[in-house]
């Protein structure tokens, strides 16, 4: 595997579910992101993790869950969620923050498209 | 705060056509400024950057942008649209001066290449 992978790829869930997204990233970076992207809304972003530690969040409601293991995992545990949160959810890593010679560039995984019943 | 913006949230031009997406930011201080594409049901892959080095920046499948200080202004252009070129395309910057150097995203712009 190359890059960032995210899995599942889709997903369905009722509201009462519990469910978790993953995602890996095998480029060495200590940086680590949860978007979500909904339709006709701008990307919207929601966690940031910094070698391990959570460094941003951004007013995200506490049925959305994240856990960084390590810097290479990003898990994204839902619960209860709402018909509203269905939206593609999308990875990203970077090098790290705040170093200027990574300008912060973001690779970014495929997402898992959620849908919530 | 850092904000981007990106004018017309629908762009179409017919093959062959010149491509022109646009993207004006709002910042004092000149930041890092990057254009991503989307294609349908896939994540976002980085088509070029700005750094503070050439004002001209080259990216890859032929798009290329300008920075434009003067009219805080960073469009994504290419002089042949092919049909392969339909996707969402996004502009983000960051802000050099912001120690997290967090990207800021627009709210993108979908292209779509008539045959």
């Known amino acids: 595997e190359t890059g960032v992978t995210q899995t599942p790829r889709h997903l369905v869930m009722g509201m009462t579910n519990k469910k978790s997204l993953k995602c890996e990233q095998h480029?060495?970076?200590?940086?680590m992101y949860w978007y979500k992207q909904s339709a006709k809304k701008p990307l919207e972003l929601m966690f940031v993790?910094?070698?391990?530690?959570?460094?941003e969040n951004n007013s995200v409601p506490s049925r959305f869950s994240p856990e960084c293991p390590n810097s290479s995992h990003l898990f994204l545990h839902l619960h209860t969620l709402q018909p509203e949160d269905s939206a593609l959810y999308l990875c990203?890593?970077?090098?790290?923050?705040?170093?200027?010679?990574?300008?912060?560039?973001?690779?970014f995984g495929p997402g898992t498209r959620l849908t919530v019943l | 705060a850092q904000s981007v913006t990106q004018l017309g949230s629908h762009v179409s031009v017919s093959e062959g056509a010149l491509v022109l997406l646009r993207c004006n930011y709002s910042?004092?201080?000149?930041?890092?400024l990057f254009w991503y594409v989307q294609y349908p049901n896939q994540g976002l892959q980085l088509l070029l950057k700005?750094?503070?080095?050439?004002?001209l920046v080259k990216g890859i499948n032929g798009f290329e942008a300008e920075f434009k200080k003067s009219e805080t202004s960073f469009h994504l252009t290419k002089p042949s649209a092919h049909m392969s070129d339909a996707a969402e395309y996004f502009c983000?910057?960051?802000?050099?001066?912001?120690?997290?150097?967090?990207?800021?995203f627009g709210s993108g712009t979908r292209l779509l290449v008539r045959p």
């Open positions: 990203a890593s970077s090098q790290d923050l705040g170093t200027e010679s990574s300008y912060n560039e973001q690779f």
């Open positions: 480029l060495g970076h200590n940086a």
């Open positions: 993790y910094n070698f391990k530690e959570q460094t």
């Open positions: 910042s004092s201080v000149p930041p890092y």
């Open positions: 700005y750094t503070s080095a050439a004002t």
């Open positions: 983000a910057v960051s802000d050099p001066m912001d120690s997290s150097y967090k990207l800021i």
